[in-house]
T-cell receptor
């Protein structure tokens, strides 16, 4: 069974640029969630995709957008990067079940905006 | 609104001592509570969830709806328990958003 993978591992961008982060979900998982983890903070929910549709969104501006593909892999796109977007971006996959589904996290992509 | 508070940023205990990591939450409905753990150089992983009422690696956590708490406890800490611990809450319905606390870094000294 393959775990959640993310690419790239690290990324450095300049303010105003655009970035795309990628996530491959664990085999058999059709739900992908994205989180932003700033230094010293817990992960903060950005949005979730279920069967290629957005299934909930956190308190992030529209310049944060996503996609989920038929194979359930996913992308997180961030436009007009700001310095505060510097963070670890985590992807988590899961299978929706009633009562306490487990989310399996990837290793994250460290984004630095200069 | 969902909120999770972990009041201790750092917690240091000696091996064999009891440990309790505190977690309080705010949610108007019936929440599901989780503890996630991140060991050094490893990814975030689920430790336990209140619904299953299980004990993992000697850790237990009881949901106290009256006090809106979900504290994580272990009677005898081990050095390998040193890690970052996050309490998380999932609201009801079909939205599987997890709201995390800021985390507590547990250090178990020899």
């Amino acid at each position: 069974e393959t775990g959640v993978t993310q690419s790239p591992t690290h990324l450095i961008k300049t303010r105003g640029q655009q970035v795309t982060l990628r996530c491959s979900s664990q085999s058999g998982h059709n739900t992908v969630s994205w989180y932003q983890q700033a230094l010293g903070q817990g992960p903060q929910f950005i949005f979730q995709y279920y069967r290629e549709e957005e299934n909930g969104r956190g308190n992030f501006p529209p310049r944060f957008s996503g996609l989920q593909f038929p194979n359930y892999s996913s992308e997180l796109n961030v436009n007009a990067l700001e310095l505060d977007d510097s963070a670890l971006y985590l992807c988590a996959s899961s299978v929706p079940l009633d009562g306490g589904n487990e989310q399996y996290f990837g290793p994250g992509t460290r984004l630095t905006v200069t | 609104a969902q909120r999770v508070t972990q009041p201790e940023k750092l917690l240091s205990v000696f091996k064999g001592a009891p440990v309790e990591l505190k977690c309080n939450y705010s949610y108007s409905g019936s929440p599901e509570l989780f503890w996630y753990v991140q060991y050094s150089r490893q990814r975030l992983q689920l430790l336990l969830r209140h619904i299953s009422r299980e004990s993992i690696k000697g850790f237990t956590a009881d949901l106290n709806k009256g006090e809106t708490s979900f504290h994580l406890k272990k009677p005898f800490a081990q050095e390998e328990d040193s890690a970052m611990y996050y309490c998380a809450l999932k609201g009801g319905g079909s939205n599987y958003k997890l709201t995390f606390g800021k985390g507590t870094l547990l250090t178990v000294n020899p």
